[in-house]
């Protein structure tokens, strides 16, 4: 394990040094490619600042909220989907139909539909991150062995336990691959209207750093973004363990 954190941190230097050298050398320009000092001295000016914060924060508002209402529509439907053949069935054009729009480029009907509003970029983050959940979830309850279903019928347990005691605990590990999928998607979507739009938020002072010439201010905005999208990663990633502490080793390698 050392040895691989090792190696991702002789990764990151490395792109580091290469960063530096081509702003040094100027094969960039400045303007378009400031160097790792200039943006960490912009990022420092920005943490001490209330303006940054706030577009975190409402970044973070609008990927949240999209991201809750999929997990609240996203998991009973895929249970449902997965449980029930004939469910399944007659959704299967709809969601094939409905999951091939690019979000992105469904951003005008919504803004003329919705307005430049903090709901308008909720409800696109909800539409981009409904369908990794309820997929995951749908491909989760299937996972139940032939078996297990022959005995549940065998018993005749209600539906509403079998769901909550046999589907449900089989699916948690699809489900949860389908989170961690959705909460990164959620921080870019966010982001990316943001961009397109004229609400608050990252995305927004990206564009207006890079019109007002302030290139390593939009860099640090911009690494910003990353950092937060590799700290969703790394809770969903500790969520997931502490939820399935209960599978072998290698099963939860699979995934």
Do not use: N
Request: hydrophobic share 55%; charged share 10%; aromatic share 6%.
């Amino acid at each position: 394990m050392a040895k691989v954190r090792l190696l991702q941190l002789g990764a990151v230097v490395a792109v580091l040094l290469l960063w530096a050298l081509i702003a040094a050398v100027g094969v960039v320009s400045s303007t378009a490619l400031p160097g790792p000092g200039a943006v960490a001295g912009a990022l420092g000016d920005l943490l001490g600042s209330g303006t940054f914060w706030q577009a975190v924060g409402e970044t973070l508002r609008g990927a949240v909220t999209g991201l809750l209402v999929a997990i609240a529509v996203g998991i009973p439907v895929g249970l449902l989907t997965g449980v029930y053949a004939a469910a399944e069935e007659s959704s299967r054009l709809l969601m094939e139909v409905l999951r091939s729009f690019p979000v992105i480029a469904l951003l005008p009907v919504f803004l003329l539909v919705l307005g430049s509003t903090p709901g308008m970029k909720a409800t696109v983050v909800f539409i981009a991150c409904v369908f990794p959940v309820l997929l995951q979830a749908q491909y989760g309850a299937r996972s139940v062995s032939q078996a297990v279903l022959e005995t549940v019928h065998g018993y005749r347990i209600p539906r509403l336990l079998r769901l909550r005691r046999v589907v449900l605990p089989a699916a948690v590990p699809s489900i949860m691959t389908g989170l961690r999928l959705a909460a990164t998607t959620s921080v870019l979507v966010s982001i990316g209207v943001e961009v397109l739009t004229t609400l608050p938020g990252i995305g927004h002072m990206i564009m207006d750093s890079q019109q007002g010439g302030a290139s390593a201010r939009a860099y640090a905005y911009i690494l910003t973004a990353g950092a937060i999208g590799y700290t969703i990663t790394l809770l969903a990633q500790f969520a997931e363990h502490r939820l399935l502490r209960w599978r072998p080793p290698a099963q939860a390698g699979k995934e």
